[in-house]
């Protein structure tokens, strides 16, 4: 399950522990305790209620809107906050039970009686999931090091140099490059993938040093399965009064919606600013000096780079959410309106540039200090209170509170022109395109096939861009491509051409023989919706062709057709059928089709399907029951129609065959007629 905690148990929608408690580690805010008598959670002295005990059986009321918030982990802890502003509005609180033992040894709990509710930590009986499917590909250090590291296009190089490291050495044939941009940096740091919060990080003074470090966690536990990441040191770090190191902690928070396209990208105009209590030094390999991770009394926003860094780290914000956007996937396909809070933690140089050091999920969140962004997130969910939200509108509220969009849900001209740019060069370049590393191959042709299909759908200038864009060669490219699997990457490569070939101006400018061949080659193969898709395409091709073709073509192309015509499933027929009714046009093969369609019985079998032996066991009816579909009578007379049109198309062409050889036998006797006249006459 994407979002999953690395080697902790979870069912297939749910999540409990941090990566912290899932290594059994203490939570990173020593001030917040749970009090096990009564299941609330000390927040500096405040009582945050988070796993309420069996209640009094109290009856579940079907009008109410109730909350219940399980666990103790960061997330849970957000969640709990939420719901002090959900009861604010007259929300009830269901009592929790317990429901199994993690492979942590947690025992981890659900709503009472299994009982669904409005809001609750456990996705599985809530009507918003607190987890976004995806979003792994931020706050795990390898995805994160895929999308934005030194291999990312140059724009999206937002992280410091990322090495990722499994088994104790380098993943693939990569070396490390001990300059950063020709400098080197002053330290080096191996940081454990399954672990967040500033814990599990090696700091090296050289990278040998590091990667010794990596083969002795590996010699230490084999077989573990530990996995790192390497990164330099900021070249010049920008110091707080010029002395102490610090980061900055960034709010982001991707929210989905049925009704939403896609996926919100939101952060929040203000951050935390944790700031070292040593003064740095690039010598010092400390801990305590490197890595910040205690919060500071000093507010970030009365700091005095504070409006001119704050908008760059945004910007750069905005282009991890359009990196994850593939994997993120269309809003619109989310059953259920679900958000994921990240904290972004990044540090700035001498130079004003900011750099992503790496991303946490559940980052802590407290009562004193941290209501305003739980409000908006509250209000971005649920709708404000005096007007809120139905189920299917939940998580289109207004941005608030603090809250601002930085990924835009408008089609303008301009973001469909640059998605269309992008995405048609995913689908061309696939294997050569540092995007490549964004999913699978055949989830990337997917995503760019569907995306690019809603926008040709959308309007005739939308199908005009996309086309423009180049869509149709990269859908070619796609369907040339013998690695991509047929039933996924090539699938949605045709999906995305049918609903190009829809226009037939499209079609017009790009029939070619050569589209025919890819697409014959596909008619042969396993998958019956592949079979029905390349046939349908072919059919538009050929309406569309301007020349004759080829007798290797025709001759592969009419093999394929006439397989076809004996396939089980009735919508392959029928796109068979239809196509042989255009294959023997005169324009394309004509009667010289005709007639291989008589002698290799394809018009028996035409025949068949158009019903004309109403007791053979063939009939259109006895197929569909065949092939397990819903006997439906339109379908059935559709497939007669079609095959009718068939065989009257190839009557069309023997009459025009036998026209042609009449006139062509009444044109020799005429010419043998003249010369016989004519040696009469030169012997008279």
Known sequence: MPGAVRGVKRDEDYRLLSSAAAAGEPEPEPEQALDEDDGSLQVQGTKVRLAPRDGDGEAFDPEAQYFCVVGTAPAEKQCSLISILLEERGWKEWPSEDWFVSEAGEMLRRPKDAQSVGFCNCASYSTVVVDVPGSDWAYDRLLLADLCGHNAPEYARICPPSYKIKKGELVGDERVDPLWNGEEP???????????????????????????????????????????????????????????????????????????????????????????????????????????????????????????????????????????????????????????LLGLDYMVDVDMNGWLLEVNTGPVLKVETDMEIIAGITAMIFGPEEAPLGLAERGSGEASHGWVEINTQQHTKERRECMIAKLVAWMTERTSHPDCTLCLEEELVHYCADELGHFARESEEGAAAVEAGGAVEACVSCLADAELDPATGQRYALLLLANLFDRRDVVQRHATVDLLEVLTGLMDGDSE????????????????????????????????????????????????????????????????????????????????????????????????????????????????????????????????????????????????????????????
């Not at 230490?220 to 190191?245: C, M, N, S, W």
């Not at 192309?557 to 015509?565: A, D, N, V």
Request: aromatic share 6%; net charge negative.
């Open 529 to 684: 919706e592949l079979q029905a898709l390349a046939t349908s395409i072919a059919t538009h091709v050929l309406n569309e062709l301007n020349c004759p073709l080829p007798s290797v073509v025709a001759g592969s192309l009419m093999g394929s057709i006439l397989w076809q015509l004996d396939s089980p499933n009735p919508l392959v027929a029928e796109c068979a059928a239809s196509c042989i009714g255009v294959m023997v046009s005169e324009k394309i093969a004509g009667a010289a089709s005709g007639d291989a369609i008589v002698q290799l019985g394809g018009v028996e079998r035409l025949r068949q399907l158009a019903g004309l032996y109403d007791d053979n066991p063939d009939s259109p009816g006895k197929l569909k029951q065949a092939a397990g579909a819903e006997n439906s009578e339109d379908d059935e007379c559709r497939l007669r129609e079609v095959a009718m049109d068939a065989l009257r198309c190839i009557a069309d062409a023997q009459r025009r065959t036998e026209q042609l050889e009449l006139a062509a036998r009444q044109e020799r006797e005429n010419a043998e007629t003249e010369r016989a006249e004519a040696g009469v006459a030169s012997a008279s």
């Open 186 to 340: 002053c330290m080096w740091f191996l940081k454990e993938n399954s672990r967040n919060y500033g814990q599990g990080i090696d700091i090296c003074a050289t990278e040998e040093q590091a990667l010794q470090k990596a083969r002795e966690h590996e010699a230490a536990e084999p077989g573990a399965g530990r996995e790192f990441v390497l990164q330099p040191h900021i070249i010049r770090p920008l110091l707080f009064e010029d002395t102490y190191k610090f980061h900055i902690r960034v709010y982001l928070m991707i929210m989905v919606s049925p009704c939403l396209r896609y996926p919100r990208g939101l952060a929040h105009v203000t951050g935390k600013m944790p700031i070292s209590n040593t003064p740095w030094s690039d010598d010092d390999l400390d801990k305590g000096t490197q890595i910040t991770t205690v919060r500071s009394e000093f507010r970030y926003e009365d700091w005095e780079h504070y409006p001119t860094v704050h908008n760059k780290l945004l910007a750069l914000t905005a282009i991890l959410v359009e990196r994850m956007e593939p994997k993120l996937g269309p809003s619109m396909a989310a059953k259920r309106a679900g958000f994921e």
